[in-house]
């Protein structure tokens, strides 16, 4: 009988018996016994031990990576097996296929000529992108393009920088970044009669301070002069003193004025916070002037002639004063600057009652060419042991009341001395007074 066989590609593929041809591809056999065909190789016919077998040429029995092992009666290879050629009795055969070992080509993979991984006898196989694997050796070369690089330099600015390359360039090859200017550390400025400059291109590594002072207003400076974009509206008298309402300013801590020659009347008075005065062309200080500037510290005003009464009263913080060209001290001037530690007044000719009272902290008085020590002058100054006045005619009442420290005195030129004059300067051994005329009650 004719059985018909359809040959299926897959593992355990089936050579099936029934039915009639329904295409040109199937095997035909005209009866059984049959011979098991090889299933790898193409054939036009084949007979054997009566039987016709016939295959179409466009079919060829193979399946790509895999070998033909066998037929057997059992899809899965446990059944009866049937090489090639054997003779097949029953009426279904199964091919069986084994993998077939894949042959492991050489790969080399350089870059620029230099090898950088090979593949060899690795046990990898190699599949191309058609499904298929690659049996023969390759080389793969990759040649690196030279890259078109280019060069910048930029300058450090105050922001953050971001340095790409421009438009037709694969990347940069360097970057300059140009050296920063000199440089200048923190410094505070303070305004002074001419300007001051910082030099262009310094790279500032610190802080630079330009000084204000709160004192910078209007009421401060001589009308119709202007400090740094300040005109001043100061009308006061006496040839640009100052007038009495600065009186009580108790912020300002320094007062300059190059132009003043007379300070009025209390213009200074209970300015709590002023420490530093400089008047250098100033002859003439009115009374009060400074009264109660207990921040003041020392004074020095080389050219004035006269100090008017009251004008340093209680400028507790006092410690020092320098008037070389002063003649007159008016009274109370000095009143309880009980820190003024030693003063020196080589023109004055006459000294104002009280003018030096309670100075405690007083422990010398020089002046040369002074005739007159005004009453209560020196009194209380607890502290001062010598006491120099050489060409001094007159003492005054009380003039140095409780000296306690004073042992020894002379007044080779003084004619009169005021009652209660030394009283009370209980340390006092040794007393000169060749030329006195007059000592009235209780001098000592």
Known sequence: MAIIGAFLYANGGVINFSGSPTAETDIRITDKPYIAPNPNEEFTGYTGNGMSLVKHTDVTFTRDGYVFSEWNSSADGTGTSFAIGDTVTIASVYAIWEEAAV??????????????????????????????????????????????LQSKTTTPTTSSQTITADSGYDGLSQVTVNAISPTKAAQTYTPTTTNQTIASGRWLTGTQTIKGDANLVADNIKSGVSIFGVTGSYEGSGGGGAASFIQNHGTMTSYEDSTVTTIGKGAFAYCSSLANVSFPVCTSIE??????????????????????????????????????????????????????????????????????????????????????????????????????????????????????????????SCTTIGGSAFINCVKLETASFPSCETIKARAF
Request: aromatic share 12%.
């Open 287 to 412: 009374s009060l002037a400074f009264n109660s500037c207990v921040s003041l510290t020392s004074v020095s005003f080389p050219v004035c002639t006269s100090i008017g009464s009251s004008a340093f009263y209680y400028c507790s913080s006092l410690t020092a004063v320098s008037f070389p060209s002063c003649t007159s001290i008016g009274g109370f001037a000095f009143f309880h600057c009980g820190s003024l530690a030693n003063v020196s007044f080589p023109s004055c000719t006459s000294i104002g009652d009280y003018a030096f009272n309670t100075c405690s902290s007083l422990t010398a008085a020089s002046f040369p060419v002074c005739t007159t020590i005004g009453q209560d002058a020196f009194y209380m100054c607890t502290n001062m042991s010598v006491a120099s006045f050489p060409v001094c005619t007159t003492i005054k009442s009380n003039a140095f009341y409780s000296c306690i420290k004073m042992s020894v005195i002379s007044f080779p």
């Open 103 to 148: 042959v492991v080509p050489n790969v080399t993979i350089s870059y620029n000529g230099d090898t950088i991984a090979s593949l060899s006898d690795s046990g990898t196989e190699v599949l191309e992108t058609n499904g298929t694997y690659l049996t023969d050796d390759i080389t793969i070369d990759y040649t690196k393009p030279t890259p078109n």
